[in-house]
C-alpha cells in the first residue's frame, strides 16, 4: 500500500475541532498521511511516504466543496451577459438559450465542456461538485445530462424544474405533471437530489411543493433555488420538507431568516451569482448570526455565474456577506459538505476522503486578502495530484 | 533572425483602429509576427514563423498594463484587512506596518518578493508594470526600492510622499523637504515618475503642489493619488500641473469629473483596492462620458490591494463602475499605456513591443463573463513566453 504525504504544512485547516485549534481545526507544522483516496492521520510534520508532497511551510486547507453547479452544458452567453451589464436585467428566461444549445450538442461535446470545467475547479482548489441536470427539459435530455454529471460526481441533482420548457410555454402545470411523473421516475436511480428553482418566472410555491414532494416519495433527497430574484415562499418550503439545502437566499424576509436558523436546512449563498447578474448580495452575518448553517458555492452556470472561483466567493462573502475569512472558509468547505449531507468531504481528518489544497500563502486568510488571484499551487483529490502549478 | 508567430487567433484585440475594428481594432483569424521581441506584422492565420504559438481559435489580447503598482515590499498585512474587514476602517497609517518590514528585509529578500509579483502578474497575462517605491522614507531605503524597481521596469516612480515617515511625526513640512531636496535629487536618474498620496492623513493640497514641483523641476513625470478615500484638492492639482495620470478617483466632485475629461490627465481607476478597503467604486461611466480618459491598474500593494489580477479590475469596473466590457478592456491595455505616455505598449501593431495574452475563451468578454477565472494560458512580453498553463 503506497502512502502520499503532504509535508511541511505552516498552517493546516482540519474542519476538525477536536484535533486542532477553533472552528477551523488549525494545527501548524503538519503533515497529512494519504492511502487508498483517504486521509489516514494528522502527524507533525516530517512524517515518511513512498510520496511526497512538499508544503514547504504554506496554507493546506480541505478541498473546496462547490454544492451547487449547473456544469453540464453546450453554449455561450457571453454576449447576454454584456447586454446585462449595459442594464438589461437578468432573467430566467435567458436558461431556454442553454436549453437549445445543450440539445443540440453531442455528448463527446457535453462531456469535453463538463471536463473542462471540472478541471479549471480543480485550479482553483475545488475537489467536489454537486451537479445539476436542467438544460434538457425532456426525460431523454434530462436523463443523458444526469448521466454526463454522474461520471463527474455522486451528487448528482435532478433539476428538470428549472425553467417550463418552451414546448409547454403557458402550461406550467402540464410541464410539472411531467416533471413529477416520467422524470421524477426515469432519473431516480440516477440522482441523488432533486432540486427546483422557486421564483417569479420560474415554479411557484405550489409547483415547487409538488416537484419535491415528488422527489421524496422518490428517494430523492431536496434543494431549493429560493429568493434570488426577489422574495418568495421558496425558503418555507425548503424547511417545511426538510430540504439539506436553501440556495441563494439573497432576498430573505425575517421569518425566512429565523426558519433558516431554527431548522438543518443549510443557507448556501451564491455571491458570484449576484456579482455576475448586478443583485444584492445575501446577508450572511444575519443568517449565521441567527444560527444559520452557511455554505458557500459558485453556482456555475452559462447564465447568471459563469464561474467555478470559489475563492472568488470567499472574497465576496467576506466583502459584501458580512462573513469574517474563516466562517466563509468554512462555508466553502465544511459548509458545503453539510448542505450536501456527508461528513467524508469538507475536512481534513482520519477517514475522510483525500481532499485538499496547497496554497501559494502562509495562511487562508490570503483567500480573501488577495482577491482574484490564483492561490492554488497544488491540488489532491482522492489522495490523487489533479492539479499542480509549474515552477516559475 | 527568428520570428514567433501566434498563429490561429479566432478573435485578435489589436487596440488599433486602423487596422480593426471598433476602437478594440478586432481582427478576426489573424496571427501575429514577432522578431526581437517586437511585433513586425499582424497577417491573416498561417503564417510561417521558426516558433509557433497555436492560439486554436481563441482570443488574443494586448498584455495588460498595470501602471500603477507598489510591488517592492516585505511584510503580510492580512491580519489588517481581516481586522478591517471586521469593521476597523482603512487608514494610511498602516503604510508603516510595511516600511518598517521593509527596511529590515534583505536585498535578495525584497528581489524574490518582487520577483514573485512578477511571476503572478504574468500568470495573470500582465506585461508591464508601473513600480513604486514608498516603502523606504529615507533616501537610502527610496534609493533601494527605485533600483528594484529598475530590474522589473522602466516605469519606476519615486513616491517617498507616501506618508510621513513615523520618525518625523508632527513635522510633515520638514519631511515634505526632504522628499522635495535630497530624495528627488538622489531619485532622479533612477525613476522616471514622481507621486504624491494626496489624502487627509497623508499629504495636503499645498505639500502636494511641493512634492510635484519639485518633482517636475528634475525631470520627472507626475502622478498623484487622488481622492481615495474622500474628496480632495488632488485631481485639480494633477490636472493643473499637467499630470499623466490621477489614480483612485474614487471620490470625485463634479468639477473633478469636468477637469478630467477637458484634459489630458488620464483618471485611473484601481476598483481592486475599493474591493479590499469596502469603499464605495469610483463612477468610471461619468468619466467617460465626460470625455476622459480612463485607465485601470491594480495598486498590487499589500495594505489596500494585494493583487495583481488584472481581469478582476476588469470584472469589478463592468460591474461596478459602469464600464462596458469593450471600455474596462481598453482601459487595462491602452488606457493604463496612454496612463504612462508611451505607445510602445497597450497595442498589438507593427513595431509595438510583443506583450500580449492568449486566453482560454473565445472572446474577451469572458475577462467579466468569468469572474475569478485564470483565463490566461499563455503570456508573452518582449516576444519571451513568460506563463503557459500546463495542459489538463
Redesign the interface.
Known amino acids: 500500500m503506497t502512502a502520499l504525504v503532504v509535508d511541511r504544512i505552516g498552517l493546516l485547516v482540519t474542519n476538525d475541532e477536536t484535533v486542532g485549534e477553533g472552528r477551523l481545526g488549525i494545527v501548524r507544522d503538519a503533515a497529512v498521511v494519504i492511502e487508498d483516496g483517504s486521509v489516514v492521520a494528522v502527524v507533525p510534520a516530517g512524517a515518511a511516504g513512498d510520496e511526497r508532497l512538499d508544503a514547504a511551510g504554506a496554507c493546506v486547507i480541505p478541498g473546496f466543496v462547490d454544492s451547487h453547479t449547473h456544469p453540464v452544458f453546450a453554449g ?4 447576454e ?2 447586454a446585462r ?2 442594464g438589461r436585467p437578468y432573467a430566467a428566461g435567458g436558461i431556454h438559450t442553454t436549453v437549445a444549445a445543450t440539445r443540440s450538442a453531442s455528448e463527446p461535446e457535453l462531456r469535453a465542456g463538463l ?2 470545467r471540472v ?2 475547479a480543480h ?2 482548489g475545488t475537489t467536489h461538485l454537486e451537479a445539476k441536470s436542467g438544460y434538457g427539459l425532456t426525460v431523454e435530455h434530462e436523463l443523458r445530462l444526469l448521466r454526463l454529471a454522474g461520471e463527474i460526481t455522486d451528487d448528482t441533482t435532478l433539476m428538470a424544474a428549472h425553467v417550463v420548457t418552451a414546448e409547454r410555454a403557458g402550461a406550467a402545470e402540464e410541464y410539472v405533471d411531467l416533471v413529477c411523473g416520467a422524470m421524477v421516475e426515469a432519473a431516480a436511480p440516477l440522482a441523488r437530489w432533486i432540486d427546483v428553482f422557486c421564483e417569479r418566472g420560474a415554479f411557484d410555491g405550489d409547483q415547487t411543493r409538488r416537484v419535491l414532494e415528488a422527489g421524496q416519495a422518490a428517494g430523492l433527497g431536496l434543494r431549493v433555488h429560493a429568493a434570488q430574484l426577489g422574495p418568495g415562499p421558496g425558503v418555507q418550503i425548503a424547511v417545511e420538507l426538510g430540504a439539506a439545502s436553501a440556495d441563494h437566499c439573497t432576498h430573505l424576509t425575517g421569518a425566512d431568516v429565523d426558519a433558516l436558523g431554527g431548522s438543518t436546512t443549510v443557507a448556501t449563498l451564491l455571491p ?1 451569482s449576484d ?2 447578474t ?1 443583485q444584492p448580495y445575501p446577508d450572511g452575518r444575519r443568517l449565521v448570526d441567527a444560527g444559520a448553517t452557511v455554505a458557500l458555492a459558485t453556482n456555475c452556470n452559462p447564465g447568471s455565474s ?4 470559489m ?3 470567499i ?1 465576496l462573502a ?2 459584501d456577506c458580512g462573513l ?2 474563516e466562517e466563509a472558509l468554512w462555508a466553502a468547505t465544511a459548509g458545503g459538505a453539510r448542505a450536501l449531507r456527508r461528513d467524508d468531504i469538507g475536512r481534513i481528518a482520519p477517514g475522510a476522503r483525500a481532499d485538499l489544497a496547497l496554497l501559494d500563502a ?2 487562508y ?2 483567500l ?7 492561490l492554488v499551487l497544488a491540488t489532491v483529490a482522492r489522495g490523487a495530484l489533479v492539479w499542480a502549478r ?1 515552477g ?1
Chains 1, 2 share one sequence.
Do not use: I, N
Not at 455561450?76 to 454576449?79: I, L, V
Not at 480573501?368 to 490564483?374: E, I, L, S, T
Open positions: 455561450d452567453r457571453s454576449a451577459f454584456a451589464m449595459a471536463r473542462r478541471a479549471e485550479r482553483g458570484a456579482f455576475s448586478r459563469f464561474t467555478t472561483a475563492a472568488l466567493c472574497a467576506v466583502r469574517t475569512v502562509p495562511s486568510l490570503h480573501a486578502y488577495r482577491p482574484g488571484m490564483d509549474p516559475p
